[in-house]
């Protein structure tokens, strides 16, 4: 026969314990989830706090990115601001393509990345084609740092073409009106 020590024999005891306090509480919880009314109301009230405040951190930690951006893409045009010079325009925008596409394989050199394809993209003269080259190319977060700086700072040929595309809706819907009109005359 075997004897077991008096500290083997504190431990089982102890663990058997535990073990059936824990049980105990499960299923007490389970019963108070099951049966009060209140319990589940107070539940469902911390459940929603809960997302509300994960909600509030998000929007947070949202503002601060797009604020480091702003801060970090008004610093970076300063420093280096994009050229005006029609001669200048390709070799900037080979360079800084080359440099964010090497940058762009760095991990933690995302927003450095992004801010010379923001360069290249301010010189380039179809900034579509070239948005749909970067979204299928560049890395995502790159990507999301592009996108961030153009909604912070929209580069000349951008506002451009966004006001451009708005000029032509704008044009569509008074044709697309002004024919409506001729077909009631019509009738």
């Not at 299923?27 to 107070?42: A, G, L, M, T």
């Not at 394809?117 to 740092?145: C, H, M, T, W």
């Amino acid at each position: 026969m075997s004897q077991t020590s008096p500290v083997g024999r504190a431990l089982t005891i102890t663990g058997v314990l535990a073990a059936l306090s824990l049980t105990g509480y499960a299923v007490y919880f389970d019963y108070k989830r099951r049966s009060n009314p209140q319990f589940r109301k107070q539940l469902r009230h911390k459940i929603k706090k809960q997302e509300a405040l994960e909600k509030k951190e998000q929007e947070e930690a949202k503002q601060v990115k797009l604020q480091n951006v702003r801060e970090f893409l008004t610093q970076e045009l300063a420093t280096d601001p994009i050229p005006s010079d029609p001669t200048q325009r390709e070799a900037t925008f080979t360079t800084n393509v080359e440099i964010g596409e090497r940058l762009s394989m760095t991990p933690g050199k995302e927003l450095e990345s992004a801010s010379k394809f923001y360069k290249a993209l301010s010189v380039y003269p179809n900034p579509a084609d070239l948005l749909g080259i970067y979204q299928r190319s560049v890395p995502e977060a790159v990507y999301e740092y592009i996108v961030m700086m153009i909604a912070i700072l929209p580069p000349a040929n951008i506002s451009t073409f966004l006001s451009g595309a708005k000029d032509q809706v704008m044009a569509q819907q008074a044709e697309t009106a002004a024919m409506a009109e001729a077909n009631e005359i019509d009738e």
